[in-house]
Nanobody, 123 residues
Framework: QVQLVESGGGLVQAGGSLRLSCAGSGRTFSSYGMGWFRQAPGKEREFVATVSWNGGSTYYADSVKGRFTISRDNAKNTVYLQMNSLKPEDTAVYYC????????????????WGQGTQVTVSS
């Protein structure tokens, strides 16, 4: 069992930066592929970024490639999402996710979800 708690969301102007954190509980945290998804009002939840259990592999949605960076610190049971050059279209609730696959790009691969943190980017 893994519990995930996100933090770091907030309101930022376009062009600004935020860093999201996701703290995981449980001794098996380091064995899970981790990812971030987001859901804007009236839209389906979509993939943002994922990192393998050892941090060696990452994959990004085209919409955030070059602006967002995912990383993890297994000693702290934490995964991060550094978001730079934010755009109004990045506004959404951001969810941390864990799954037993190497990379988790699909919602069907998710075993655990966090409760979400709101990110709002003003123009």
């Amino acid at each position: 069992q893994v519990q995930l708690v996100e933090s770091g969301g907030g309101l930022v102007q376009a062009g600004g930066s935020l860093r999201l954190s996701c703290a995981g509980s449980g001794r098996t945290f380091s064995s899970y592929g981790m990812g971030w998804f987001r859901q804007a009002p009236g839209k389906e939840r979509e993939f943002v970024a994922t990192v393998s259990w050892n941090g060696g592999s990452t994959y990004y949605a085209d919409s955030v490639k070059g602006r967002f960076t995912i990383s993890r610190d297994n000693a702290k049971n934490t995964v991060y999402l550094q978001m730079n050059s934010l755009k109004p279209e990045d506004t959404a609730v951001y969810y941390c996710a864990a799954g037993s696959s190497w990379l988790i790009k699909d919602r069907k691969l998710i075993d655990y979800w966090g409760q979400g943190t709101q990110v709002t980017v003003s123009s």
